[in-house]
């Protein structure tokens, strides 16, 4: 028997159809051990040694690949072709060794796409482990350890707030808090243009002011709006003439098949995928066979696809879209490592594949990979010129026309930012002489714009082109930021947090090594270096090592209160910007003879008074300069029953109102959609939960709050939402009996039972049928026996079967359902006291004996009591003023 592993088990599958019956294929659904999160995991002074930890969810699995390989001839390890996969099979392989489950024959085999043909071709050329690509691997690893076990700890002490730095996150972090600044940074300046509309055998065109008073214009050139007039004036009252045509032929060439990064870019601008999506869908797609591996830098096809490309070409269109050669594309990205092809489908004669996410990035991959293969297209440029009589105004009008599409007739790359100068337009025919007709003149008003944010296209973009990271990580770098809350996204771009922000500060103030551009690009070429075999792997970490380490301490030594007096520094013109009336932008509006400057609390930075504790004026972070506005407390009045006095707070998480003190105090979050909150709100909000009556059915309660996801109705353990803040004290009982049937009946986000989403063929190991449900925590697919949550980024109703299956069969190998395991367990409970005399091994390194004393979980319950206050700070409760930590 010849044991294959692979990473899923959807490739698994395919795979083993292909082979036949002396293979058995296993999956090792991805990593199957890594780095223990804990110090002394990369030891640095025993020359870099490292401990790994097998994953606690792939016991079951390695058991199973160390079963089969103690009963397999020939191991081939069939792992992804890149440096992820080839250190995914050393990890199998260094595991069967300690196990002493080692076939006598190991060989190494990879394929750019999961075909019958591509797979058995590459069973007959197998290798060893590339050990370079393994040293690479080890090398970026250890780097992401040390960089980030050694700067964390820093940050959590020196920077309260801060969760985590990253080499690859922290610069990607920079660009778009550095992008962030240029905004804040930029000043508009106004300027005008000037244009004619114009008409000429019937067809209308407009004619652009380029030339006044006989000097040239350029974009800023019309500056206000007296010389915009005047300019208009000369135009109106001019009589203009052809005074030339000038038509030039122009080529475009279509642009290479998609790479990792060119494919995450395109996603985003044109279907509006996340990197994350793209991948995902993109990996569902390569192990159903239908494209070539994804995680690729190439550019360039193999051969035998391009022939292929070509002749899909000839078959749909005639003989002028196929040009007389084939196509040959160099890849012009920095860094790049062109070992395997570019992202193309495996069959052209397959143009559609499926529906929903897949077949959407399908079709997306087949018309740009049969777009690279076809003839230019053909375009025309022309420009006419038009003077008046005394040659001291011009106008000009541009169009462009499309004589053959060539590869356009397929596909066209989108771009991120259009340019403003729209020359799409087809101009009538005109020749020297001719005087068109003048219909109108505009002149209109413009400012110059800030860089606009990073889009996740145009990110990835700045990222590949600047050389940092690598394209197969930039999903999950992107979702690092996103997740630590370092970022936020409206409307698909990247805007700043205030913890984002202040760390990269952080960053650029003690550490500005290490998230300078060029040196993180600088080490990617160094671990680049290490995959060629053009250095050793532990000489790189030992010079990264060698510097960063004295840094990082030097660092830890210094006092909470000297760091923040140091970014009060750093960021003094982003926090006190010059102020108009020319007053000390320091100067504290509440007490006027203090000073503001910049203070840690145990929720992050904020801005107080140097006369702090008798003045309590706060200002937050991210409001800067004089915009900022005084976080005082606000006297809304007293109560109507109780005569406490109500106040409004902003705290850590927003604004909250408080009655009374200290613990007894009532609090409660403002909702945000109340825009002017007075004291009748007040009174309402602290007199949550309100009870709305007597369910006629039940005779249970039904009561009206607001909780974490916004106002709702309970009643006997089911929820009903309502839509807003005031439906919480409005809504009466027939329509609150309405609401909870609504919701019961699984059309009012209740949690009860609910048609399925989408109903999807049986699983093919448990013949469950599938379905995809939506729970309370989001869609997730089941079998009738595991349930699996969908990623944040998938939509339900797109969900294909493969998909489903390679969800639940993830969920499958991280061993049987939590329910199902308890009830037996209550069942035997008494045996469990004869569990620490049994100490045989089971199988994975640990013992009965250790395991029974996880018993002893119970004392720490009594802790937990106190965990309802941390939640309620959460959400606006118990807030308090921030404190000082370094006072």
């Known amino acids: 028997m010849q ?163 990253g080499r690859v996150q922290s610069v990607a972090l920079r660009l778009i808090v550095d992008r962030e600044r240029e905004i804040e940074a930029f000043k508009p300046q106004e300027y005008w243009s000037v244009a004619a509309l114009m008409a000429h055998d019937g067809t209308d065109f407009t004619a652009k002011l380029v030339q006044f008073e006989g000097e040239k214009l350029d974009r800023l050139s019309l500056g206000d709006e007296g010389v915009a007039m005047r300019a208009k004036a000369a135009v109106e009252s001019g009589a203009f003439k052809v005074e030339n045509v000038e038509t030039k032929p122009h080529r475009r060439n279509p642009q290479p098949p998609f790479t990792t990064s060119t494919l995450q870019q395109e996603a985003a601008r044109k279907l509006g995928f996340s990197a994350s999506q793209t991948m995902r869908v993109a990996q ?70 499926g529906s929903g996410d897949a077949g959407r990035l399908y079709d997306l991959i087949f018309k740009r990979a049969m777009a690279s293969q076809m003839a230019s297209a053909q375009m025309e440029r022309t420009t006419v010129t038009l003077r008046d009589g005394t040659g001291r105004t011009e106008l000009r009008a541009s169009g462009q026309v499309v004589k053959f599409p060539g590869f356009l007739a397929v596909y066209e790359e989108g771009q991120d930012n259009k340019s403003d100068d729209d020359e799409s337009g087809l101009l009538p025919f005109m020749k020297a002489g001719d005087m068109p007709a003048k219909k109108d003149v505009s002149a209109e008003q413009h400012f110059t714009q800030p860089p606009p944010r990073f889009s996740e296209a145009s990110l990835v973009k700045r990222l590949e082109e600047l050389g940092i990271g690598r394209p197969s990580t930039y999903a999950a770098t ?97 926090l006190f910007p010059p102020k108009d009336d020319g007053s000390d932008p320091r100067q504290c509006p509440k007490c006027a003879d203090g000073k503001l400057a910049l203070r840690g609390g145990r929720y992050g930075a904020f801005i107080a008074c140097s006369n702090y504790p008798e003045c309590k004026f706060t200002r937050k972070f991210a409001q800067p300069g004089a915009n900022g506005e005084q976080q005082d407390d606000q006297e809304l009045g007293s109560h109507p029953e109780t005569g406490e006095e109500i106040l409004r707070k902003v705290g850590r998480f927003g604004p909250y109102i408080q009655m009374g003190e200290g613990k007894e105090a009532k609090r409660a979050s403002i909702p945000k959609d109340i825009d002017e909150l ?108 595991y349930n ?31 329910g199902k395991k308890k009830a037996p367990a209550k069942k035997k409970a008494p045996a469990k006291k004869a569990a620490p005399k049994k100490k045989a091994d089971d199988g994975e390194g640990e013992t009965a004996a250790k395991k029974a004393p996880a018993k002893k979980a119970a004392p720490k319950k009594a802790a937990a009591k106190k965990a309802p206050a941390k939640k309620s700070a959460a959400s606006g409760e118990d807030q308090g003023d921030d404190v000082p930590w370094d006072a």
Not at 813 to 818: D, M, N, S, T
């Open 3 to 165: 044991l294959v592993i692979v990473e899923s088990p959807a490739k698994a599958k395919t795979i083993e159809k292909y082979l036949g019956k002396d293979y058995k294929v296993l999956a090792s659904y991805g990593h199957v051990r890594d780095l223990p999160p804990k110090d002394g995991s990369v030891r640095p002074d025993e020359g870099f040694e490292m401990d790994w930890e097998l994953y606690g969810d792939k016991q079951k699995q390695v058991r199973a690949i160390t079963d089969a390989a103690k009963e397999a001839d020939r191991l081939i390890l069939a792992t992804d072709p890149d440096r992820e996969g080839e250190a995914i099979s050393w990890h199998v392989l260094e595991l069967l060794k300690k196990r002493r489950a080692l076939p006598k024959e190991v060989e190494r085999v990879t394929f750019n796409a999961i075909t019958k043909a591509t797979v058995t071709k590459a069973m007959q050329e197998p290798r060893e482990l590339d050990q370079d690509l393994i040293d690479a691997y080890l090398a970026r690893r250890a780097l992401d350890y040390l960089f980030g076990f050694t700067l964390s700890p820093v940050l959590w002490r020196k920077l309260p707030g801060a969760k985590s730095a």
């Open 284 to 353: 569902g797609l390569y192990e159903q066979g239908a494209i070539t591996y994804m995680r690729t830098d190439g550019v360039q096809m193999d051969p035998s696809a391009i022939q292929d490309c070509r002749k899909a070409v000839a078959d749909r269109y005639d003989g002028h879209f196929l040009p007389d050669k084939p196509r040959h594309y160099e890849t012009k990205a920095k860094n790049a490592q062109e070992a395997h092809e570019a992202i193309r489908p495996t069959d052209f004669t397959k143009d559609k594949l």
């Open 478 to 574: 992107i979702q690092v930021l996103k997740d630590r809350n370092y970022v936020r996204t409206e409307k698909n771009r990247f805007f700043a947090e205030e913890s984002g922000r202040l760390l990269t500060s952080f960053l650029q103030r003690f550490f500005e090594r290490y998230v300078a551009y060029d040196f993180t690009a600088g080490m990617e070429d160094e671990l680049d270096d290490v995959s060629d075999g053009r250095q050793a792997w532990k000489d790189l970490l030992e010079a990264f090592w060698r510097d960063f380490k004295p840094k990082s301490d030097e660092i830890m030594e210094l006092k909470p209160s000297d760091v923040t007096k140091e970014l009060d520094e750093f960021l003094s013109d982003f």
């Open 678 to 785: 007075d004291l009748d709100w007040a009174v309402k909000l602290l007199s949550l939960p309100r009870t709305v009556g007597t369910h006629p059915e039940t005779g249970e309660e039904i009561v009206a709050n607001i909780g974490r996801y916004g106002p709702y109705l309970l009643h006997n353990g089911k929820y009903g939402k309502l839509k807003t803040t005031a439906d919480v004290f409005e809504t009466g009982m027939n329509a609150a009996v309405s609401i909870l049937a609504e919701a019961a009946a699984g059309r009012g986000g209740g949690r009860t039972k609910a048609e399925p989403i989408k109903v999807l063929g049986k699983h093919p190991t448990s013949e469950g049928e599938m379905k995809v449900m939506s729970g309370r925590y989001g869609p997730y697919v089941t079998d009738g026996t």
């Open 788 to 818: 699996a949550t969908l990623p944040r980024d998938s939509k339900p109703e797109d969900l294909t079967e493969a998909e489903a299956i390679a969800l639940i069969d993830a969920k499958a190998a991280k061993g049987p359902p939590k």
